[in-house]
């Protein structure tokens, strides 16, 4: 099922998120739809605030590519390691449509999770994968990417957020 993603500004994506205790039914249930809804939307990357569920829970797949699928889903997600070196990619989100803009973070993260099926998982992402990973986490902590720019290109891009809200409520989408 596809899920509605909220729009920033929203209090939901400002939340430090819940940890999950136990992988029930509806968690699963859960991230299966967060990825339907990332494939739709299309993104790489959907954190579980982003429809509104303030628990640390992401899923992603940075191939890009239908033909070579790697959808992942990571409960609990931690980094637990980044590199020194840095990369800089024009990000985006699935909650700011249509505003991209440089962020920088280490090229290297590794990430501890539990993945759906209750497994402990560990690997070193690197590139795309590190910057979505990383991306994905910081919402979690309700952070966006936006809150790496300046003040006033924040504020600009909230602005423009706000307008398309009040855009998608007059026309009852
Ligand atoms: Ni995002």
Not at 147 to 154: H, I, P, Q, S, W
């Amino acid at each position: 099922m596809i899920r509605p993603i909220l729009i920033h500004p929203d209090p939901r994506l400002k939340k430090q998120c819940d940890p999950i205790r136990e992988i029930t039914a509806d968690l699963r249930r859960l991230a299966s739809d967060m990825l339907e809804t990332m494939y739709d939307a299309p993104g790489i990357g959907l954190a579980a605030p982003q429809v509104g569920i303030t628990k640390r829970l992401i899923v992603m797949d940075c191939m890009k590519s239908p033909d070579a699928p790697r959808p992942l889903i990571l409960f609990n997600p931690q980094v637990t390691w980044t590199s020194d070196t840095l990369s800089t990619y024009e990000e985006g989100c699935l909650s700011i449509p249509e505003q991209y803009a440089d962020v920088q973070r280490p090229d290297r993260a590794t990430v501890t999770w539990t993945d759906e099926t209750g497994t402990a998982q560990e690997e070193t992402f690197e590139g795309l994968w590190a910057t979505c990973v990383q991306h994905e986490i910081d919402h979690l902590n309700g952070k966006l990417f936006i809150d790496y720019l300046g003040l006033m290109r924040r504020q600009m891009i909230t602005r423009k957020m706000e307008k398309l809200k009040r855009e998608i409520a007059r026309e009852g989408r």
